[in-house]
């Protein structure tokens, strides 16, 4: 049977790990929501809200099959899913032949934060987003920094409902120019992403995905139809690095970069460096010329620092050396824009002219100090045009495909 989009518009019809509830540090003030602060943590189920309350969505993206199984064609995994049963993100359940979103509008975490802070670094620099997360992921990366929320049940984790219209109003009220769909994968809360992204273009809000890019092609460019940034984390380049560390494949992930690019979205890379495991300088070499030879020079490629966290405690943060090796190597291949993250300070967590050299953006930590371009997002020194995205207005052009 061909796929089939069972939802394209609107609301139609009808595990790993418990949740610890681990409080995080806000790094910015508390949003307030029907009377109910979303005072959010990266690593917490951040709202307070009811415990195991479950939504009823159709999702998108799925087929019927026989016997009232259904196989979703949102992510590479393709789950085919018995009545009863849910898929391998654990969100997602077969309820009679109907496949069901459990998460849709029920925000684990919500957070006003830096932009920067996705990272996106030539994304309206200097503004923030309002950041929101459902639990659950299509991963299951040993060093992943939000484990308590992204291989975690629903049932187990506190949440509190907000849906597309009322996120929508809280970042205008608040007078935030973009929703960041965040800290989890919103791959598995697609149909929530998706509205809400919809909802948010109608009324003049950017939206941005902070994703692992492990989404299958027909999915991204919908989505992307109402997006304005996509930020991917690429995990490394290798395969055997995404089959034994992250539980999944790599050729989807430069799938869906190549789509990103074909769509005409803004688009930057992030690599978290792990010593021993994919900081190789052949592995560097390689991703670098693929990110040049099939996304361009201008994609901002950063490379972050590693901390132990999750199942790779016993591996030391990345060493300073590493990253400035890395940054050199994709620099030579001909990446223009290039940072180091997760290193305070650091030289290369500015922007600069790729012609001239001139400071253009000076950031301390995730803030924005110095902005020097021009208006029209030039060097004013030598006249170089700086890629990215630098008014709303640009953000919510119509993009021509």
């Known amino acids: 049977m061909a ?18 509830a681990a409080g995080g540090a806000a790094l910015a003030c508390p949003l307030r929501l029907a009377g109910q602060d979303v005072a959010g943590g990266d690593t917490a189920a951040g709202a307070k809200g009811a415990k195991g309350a479950l939504s009823d969505v159709e999702c998108m993206h799925y087929e019927e099959l026989a016997g009232k199984k259904v ?32 998460v849709y509008g029920k925000a684990c975490s919500a957070h006003v934060d830096p932009i920067e802070k996705k990272p996106l670094y030539h994304y309206l620099p200097g503004t923030e987003a309002l950041s929101v997360a459902t639990v659950g992921c299509n991963l299951e990366c040993k060093f992943c920094q939000n484990w308590e929320i992204s ?13 597309p219209k009322k996120l929508v ?16 994968e919103p791959t ?20 941005c995905i902070i994703s692992n ?5 027909r999915a991204l460019e919908q989505i992307c139809e109402h997006l304005t940034a996509v930020k991917v984390d690429l995990k490394a380049y290798s395969e055997k690095f995404y089959r034994d560390v992250c539980r999944g494949r790599l050729k989807p992930v430069l799938e869906s970069l190549k789509t990103c690019r074909k769509v005409g979205i803004h688009l930057e890379i992030v690599v978290l460096l792990i010593p021993t495991l994919n900081d190789g300088a052949k592995e560097l070499k390689d991703m670098a010329k693929w990110i040049v030879d099939n996304l361009g020079p201008d994609v901002p490629l950063h490379f972050s620092r590693f901390h132990p966290a999750y199942r790779l405690r016993n591996l030391p943060p990345t060493p ?12 030579a291949a001909g990446v223009r824009h290039v940072y180091i993250g997760n290193v ?22 995730y803030l924005v100090r110095e902005k020097n371009y021009t208006p029209d997002a030039k060097c004013p020194q030598c006249h170089t045009p700086l890629p990215g995205v630098f008014s709303q207005k640009a953000a919510l052009a119509k993009r021509k495909l």
């Open 71 to 102: 196989r979703c064609h949102v992510c590479p995994r393709g789950c085919e899913v018995p009545d009863g049963q849910r898929g391998w993100c654990g969100v997602r359940e077969n309820r009679g032949g109907t496949y069901t979103m459990l």
């Open 344 to 365: 305070p300070m650091d030289p290369a967590n500015h922007t600069y002219c790729h012609q001239c050299g001139k400071l253009l953006i000076k950031r301390l930590g």
């Open 320 to 331: 300073i050396k590493t990253l400035r090796a890395a940054h050199a190597a994709a620099k």
């Open 188 to 207: 598995i809360f697609y149909e929530y992403a998706h509205d809400a992204a919809k909802a948010a273009r109608a009324a003049g809000i950017g939206s």
């Open 213 to 217: 890019g492990y989404m299958r092609t």
């Open 151 to 163: 291989q975690a049940r629903p049932e187990k984790v506190q949440a509190l409902s907000l849906p």
């Open 3 to 20: 796929p089939t989009t069972r939802r394209t518009d609107g609301v139609t019809r009808r595990g790993f790990l418990a949740a610890a």
């Open 169 to 184: 109003a809280a970042a205008a009220k608040r007078k935030v120019p973009t929703l960041a769909f965040t800290y989890t």
